[in-house]
């Protein structure tokens, strides 16, 4: 039986996180009983600890992994560093190809929280997903675990009662979650339901060993437009909240993943929905999407949904790359999307309030009112970007498009400024 | 005196637009008479007809031009090409260096709707903004319709109100609009009021003259996130409703102009504003950027900001560049930050639901559960770009990230597909 008491963190972790998030360490070590912020953290690694959830900045992860088609570990390790380097929190390694433990150990090697998707590597073992059964499965998620990845996206809510849904209201896309793929397949094949699902408490326990955290894996995200309003997509969301539930009276911290494709004017519900039956479980999205067209651009989709989503309570955002849809991502799709994920957390974050963001809105403002370029390229997002396509006109000091005839310098002697002290900490 | 009925067009023109945006043309001529929509058109001029405004699919305008830090005509002809093959619907010339005349005649030879600000060439004229006088400024306007300009934006709204409410409630980047700023200038100088303001009705009897398209400008456009809550912007938000409704009265068609910098939560309440003081003019906006922090990306932040007032009624979006706040524009700039406009643009049509919208949705669901890439590119916003990063992957029938294990084809025999019709015009 797991101790309901293991999960919460040391008092020097809880002091950490509460500095970070400028969050008071009581309302914090509440947060997380209450099951509404995780620290992804497996006990035998270390790295600086990390809080996802209510109350605390949205965090942005980066998906990295080789595949059979295109397999370097050479390029994971460069796609990580890229991700990191541009603001990303956590990476999963959702490698298919080569050597599947060796490259993990890559990813691990970063110091940030890793997650992964044990489904995938059982597969690979198998040969194939109808092969893949109860124990194999247990197997590499207890390997998983003792290898020290932090959190696992386990697709427990794909159940039969979803696979009923999905032959019940079909839908254009069928399931566009490799993960929920898999285990569709496996119901399928050998007329079981989801030992995930089934065998639910005893997945909490491997996970409580090592402290891992469930990502409750959104196997039936909707994957185009027409979709979003297919039954199948409600029918997990009740199991996630049920799973949700079961986990934390289990001890056991999870998060939630949420969709997918879905029109813009679809987000807000769909996310409250998700919250309230997961009682408020951080969550963690794809996207979501709010257009099917934009391929090529589909972090800008993304991001446009990740904020809005932010919006309505959405904690935790899995950036899109560019190639999304169209090809396997290289090292600069890793870079855009990574950006456009960081740019929408940081509107979810102006969305709640939080004085940090604000605060450092305020101190742009400041900076960009004095032509104060260094102090500019320090307060912005992407200062190398910000700084490359400032640097590419000599003697620049005016803004965009004004060029020599800048209305900042026009009128900034005709009025005073209002005073902003520029002492707190953004 | 201007009479009430020239404005209208004539029944080819309607029947065109209500064709492209699948209008009724009784409701379209309605529109119209209300002041809902306008058709940008000059009488001299020849190009498509385009209509913007309510129940029309939401527009996309680029800003090209030259300064005197950066001037060549080549450039800025590159800049509208790529601006249009991205999908941009109309451009603006905002030249300040150069033959200005000759410049525009280059803009005015693209077969769409042409915008200029005409107080640009008239400082350029006098030397500096103090100097503008209302007889320069009136004589610019002229010759500006004369060539064949469908729209000026023209910063009536900018009077005396609005100057002391800058002095009473200031802001940290006092103006941001550079025609607002030149204004303001003028005011401070001249201790006249604004002569668009004083003379409206002047101004309106040139503009029926040649059939030009006020847009009323923004003069008063926060700049920066703490300034989106100063009151100037709201001062001015009053006189462009009196404005609109003036010139309605007039016979003479008008769009409103918007913010602006706005964090996201503020964007409903101000479009709603601004549609219902102004009588639901069409509004043109830019951005608005929902953080001041994302340089380098703030074709991102327009996307989102725009995306959202597409929701609360925003009409036509001007496109922000990547080089925002950082340098002179680019052609790939240009193409990056059309691309991201009409990104957001086609979000809008989604949430109103139009039908043509929601329809290329449907279909690239479909061709993309049947792995079609021919048919995916013909959907796509940007086929160029997508092409050009599918291409890259040789051999490649599956989706982004999958590689091998391609869920769709994985469980796409399982269950059956709902019935689509793809007859339906998108």
């Known amino acids: ?247 934390h009276d289990l001890g056991v911290p999870r998060m939630i993943e949420g969709p997918g494709h879905m029109p813009l004017e679809q987000i807000g519900y769909n996310v409250r929905m998700i919250k309230e039956l997961t009682r408020n479980a951080p969550l963690y999205l794809l996207g979501p999407l709010v257009t099917d067209i934009a391929a090529g651009y589909d972090h800008v989709a993304g991001a446009i949904g990740g904020a809005i989503a932010c919006k309505y309570g959405a904690n935790f955002l899995c950036m899109v790359s560019p190639s999304e849809h169209l090809a396997l991502p290289r090292v600069h799709d890793i870079a855009e999307g990574t950006r456009a994920a960081v740019l929408a957390a940081h509107v979810g974050d102006l969305l709640s309030g939080r004085p940090d963001a604000c605060n450092r809105e305020r101190l742009m403002g400041e900076a960009r009112q004095k032509l104060d370029w260094e102090k500019q390229f320090s307060l912005a997002l992407f200062p190398k970007t910000a700084r490359e396509i400032h640097g590419r006109d000599p003697e620049n000091e005016t803004c965009s498009m004004c060029g020599d005839l800048c209305a900042v310098k026009m009128v900034r002697d005709l009025f005073k400024s209002p005073d902003v002290s520029d002492s707190e900490k953004y």
């Open 1 to 247: 039986m797991v101790n309901t008491r293991d999960y919460l963190p040391d008092q020097s972790v809880l002091r950490t996180i509460a500095q970070t998030e400028s969050i008071e360490e009581d309302r914090l070590l509440r947060l997380i009983e209450q099951g509404r912020v995780v620290i992804p953290h497996n006990t035998i690694r270390e790295h600086p600890p990390l809080a996802i959830g209510e109350a605390t900045k949205v965090k942005v992860n980066v998906n990295v992994g080789t595949s059979q088609d295109l397999c370097s570990p050479d390029l994971e390790r460069e796609k990580a560093q890229s991700a990191l380097s541009e603001g990303a929190h956590t990476l999963m390694d959702l490698s298919t190809g080569g050597d599947l433990t060796a490259i993990r150990r890559m990813i691990l090697s970063f110091p940030v929280p890793v997650g992964t998707v044990p489904v995938y590597e059982a597969v690979r073992r198998a040969g194939n997903a109808v092969d893949v059964d109860a124990d194999l499965l247990f197997r590499v998620i207890r390997d998983q675990c003792k290898e020290g990845v932090d959190f696992l996206t386990l697709h427990c809510g794909v159940n039969q009662e979803v696979f009923s849904s999905l032959c019940e209201d079909p839908r254009r896309m069928g399931v566009v979650s490799r993960g929920g793929a898999f285990h569709v397949a496996m119901m399928a094949a050998r007329e079981e339901d989801n030992p995930l699902w089934t065998e639910f408490d005893y997945l909490c326990e491997i996970l409580s060993e090592y402290g891992v955290v469930a990502s409750l894996g959104d196997g039936m995200r909707p994957g185009c437009y027409e979709d979003a309003v297919r039954e199948a997509k409600t029918v997990e969301y009740l199991n996630l909240g049920r799973l949700a539930r079961r986990s």
